[in-house]
């Protein structure tokens, strides 16, 4: 054993060779260098590079940053409720509420600055319910196929073939209109689309050379599943990711209008729900938080177009 | 002593379409000593690869072992648990794939890849691992080694991705190493650089080595042993010296015919000799019967060989045998 031991740590000796020779060459005289090492630099910031590229991602990275920051320090510069009764009803956009008031005299701008915060805690946290449901599934019916494909596959199409809107309402009525409902129903309705994206995903790289060489080289499944082929499955899944971000949004906003938005949390959603009856007397209370909305989504698909045409290898030059 | 492989009487079969077994190899068997090589030699569907798949238990899904023993180093591989398996591969036995292009993981640096390995059996530290890689990317005479462990895949040659794969299979020192046509999608140049390195490192680290390939001319160096099989059975084994000089079964022969042979300082000859083919195809799976696979590509076959099924490997000279009715008259 102790010769192996030794034999294998002879190329030590001559590759330091190899390493002084490269550092001699290395510093002032580039020129020397046999063939350039390009600077490594990894897919993810590669990605990013490309991403920053992209003016309409860019500008939508930009909006998207506003909104959010607009929602965490926006109560703070403007610390009026909400909910609170400031003024006349339908008072127009005037001094005293820039944006107007709407059925119940509520100040509209006051909804949209607090407002912004559940819809977009509700966008974001359902895309995540999405995501995570929709990977697993999708991952562990792509890896594994067979019998667990097949169930996993009936089980995502049960889901697939109701409605999803109707869907949402019966689980909001059931379980009545809270925040977290609402954000578990749209997470729980609307996960399918990753997890067949996922699973197509993982059937393409299920059978590719690097990951046979993997297993090969003694990896588990789980090991698998988690370094090798989810990594490799992942453009696609964040660019998903990122527009389920939008559809959840407008879904929240969608349960709202139909009335099922929680009474108790000023959202986006809820304002448009709560004063679409008086559109014509009042379309200050209705157009601003639609506008809102139009904007978070917006926002959301141009960020998610910029990441596809980053991510995506078909679209991108190496 | 032990051989580090043992490969006995070893049948493969695959469920075809209707649910039948279709034999993908028959009643192979081979050993490979500690320090030695063995080349796999033989076209395209013969079961070169199954083989190497068989001995690491990654045979794909529908392929299943019918029959036989795989013994490394005395244990059988077949009725290893999981968990013992996966801690075998990789560590005491590893593969070397065809395609360096698609056998690296493109997301990560090939300095990590090649660390996972030791991370994962032979529990040292990241960093350690880290620099172990550095060290065998040296092995394999990459230069600029510590540069090139921070570069990924696609920022490397083919010959270069290659040598990372054989570094990643060497890097736990395995007992055993199966090549699977580790040179094909390579330039001749850097094919022979890869097959030096190879052997040097089999000098250096004693590993048996199993090399699967259809070349039989270029192995003949490199190999101390070869098995010629065609469609699933092994027509001619022997060591790689006397099979190559004198092949006896008239497949082998007509491999060794189809590539050229030069040597340097022999005279040209007198005429341009054609280069030979072996005219047909493998016959497809399920098609095999109990009669000689080779029996209609086969120029040299005759009443004898269409009467009877085909014949079990015979002795015809020390180590040296041949599964051909005809084999002593041809060798004449």
Not at chain 1, 18 to 33: E, I, L, Q
Not at chain 2, 41 to 56: H, Q, R, Y
Not at chain 2, 152 to 181: F, N, T, W
Not at chain 2, 269 to 286: K, Q, R, S
Request: one cysteine or more.
């Amino acid at each position: 054993m102790s010769t192996v031991e030794q034999t294998l740590i002879v190329p030590r000796t001559e590759a330091s060779n190899v390493k002084t020779a490269a550092n001699a060459a290395a510093p002032g005289t580039t020129t020397m260098r046999v063939q350039p090492v390009a600077r490594a630099l990894s897919p993810a910031r590669a990605a990013l590079r490309q991403f920053l590229r992209s003016p309409s991602g860019v500008a939508g990275a930009i909006l998207l940053l506003a909104l959010i920051l607009a929602t965490i320090f926006g109560p703070m510069l403007y610390p009026i409720d909400p909910l609170e009764i400031v003024g006349l009803p339908f008072s127009p956009p005037d001094a005293d509420a820039l944006l107007g008031t709407d059925y119940l005299g509520r100040d509209v701008l006051a909804g949209l600055i607090h407002g912004g915060r559940a819809t977009m805690t509700v966008g974001a946290v359902a895309a995540l319910i999405t995501i995570v449901i929709g990977v697993s599934v999708g991952a562990l019916s792509g890896f594994f196929g067979g019998w667990i494909d097949s169930l996993l596959v009936k089980i995502s199409e049960f889901f697939q073939v109701l409605p999803p809107l109707l869907f949402a309402m019966v689980l909001v009525t059931l379980f009545g209109p809270r925040l977290t409902t609402i954000t578990i129903a749209i997470g729980a309705v609307s996960w399918t689309s990753a997890a067949r994206l996922t699973r197509a995903e993982f059937m393409r790289l299920r059978d590719l050379d690097f990951i046979k060489a993997s297993r090969a080289a003694g990896a588990g499944n789980w090991h698998l599943i988690m370094r090798v082929v989810l990594p490799n499955a992942l453009p696609p899944i964040i660019v998903s990711a990122t527009l389920a971000i939008g559809v959840a949004i407008l879904f929240e906003g969608g349960l709202s209008f139909l009335g099922l938005g929680d009474p108790n949390t000023m959202s986006w959603g809820l304002m448009i729900g709560q004063n679409r009856n008086y559109v014509l007397d009042a379309w200050w209370a209705v157009t601003f938080p639609g506008a809102a909305i139009f904007l978070a989504v917006l926002a959301v698909s141009l960020v998610g177009d910029g990441i596809n045409d980053a991510v995506n290898p078909r679209l991108r030059r190496r | 002593m032990t051989p580090v492989l043992s490969v006995e009487d070893l049948s493969v079969g695959m469920t075809g379409r209707d649910g039948k077994l279709v034999p993908v190899l028959e009643n192979l068997s081979f050993t490979v000593d500690k320090g030695r090589t063995i080349a796999l030699v033989g076209e395209s569907g013969c079961g070169k690869s199954m083989t190497a798949l068989a001995i690491m238990r990654l045979l794909p899904e529908g392929f299943v072992v019918t029959s036989g023993r795989i013994l490394l180093e005395g244990e059988n591989v077949l009725t290893a648990r999981n968990r013992r398996m996966r801690a075998l591969r990789g560590n005491a036995v590893s593969m070397v794939f065809q395609e360096p292009m698609t056998a690296l993981n493109p997301l990560y640096t090939v300095g990590d890849q090649i660390a996972e390995a030791l991370y994962h059996h032979r529990n040292l530290s990241r960093g350690d691992a880290a620099e172990q890689a550095v060290q065998f990317l040296k092995a394999v005479q990459i230069p600029a080694a510590e540069q090139r462990a921070k570069a990924y895949p696609h920022q490397m040659s083919g010959g270069m991705r290659q040598r990372v794969m054989i570094a990643m299979a060497i890097a736990c020192k395995p007992k055993l190493l199966i090549a699977d046509e580790p040179t094909t999608a390579l330039d001749v140049t850097v094919q022979a650089q890869i097959f030096d390195l190879l052997a040097k490192l089999q000098d250096e680290t004693e590993t048996a080595i199993v090399l699967i390939t259809h070349d039989l001319g270029a192995v003949a160096e490199l190999a101390d042993d070869i098995a010629v099989l065609y469609a699933g059975r092994c027509i001619e084994t022997g060591p790689a010296q006397g099979v190559a000089a004198s092949p006896r079964h008239p497949y082998t022969r007509g491999l060794l015919a189809c590539v050229p042979h030069l040597a340097v300082g022999r005279p040209k000859p007198p005429a341009w000799i054609d280069l030979g083919e072996i005219p047909g195809m493998v016959p497809a799976l399920g098609s095999r019967g109990p009669d000689c696979a080779f029996l209609t590509r086969c120029a040299s076959a005759s009443e004898v060989c269409r009467s009877r099924p085909q014949p079990p490997l015979g002795t015809i000279d020390v180590a040296h045998a041949v599964s051909c009715w005809r084999a002593r008259e041809i060798a004449a």
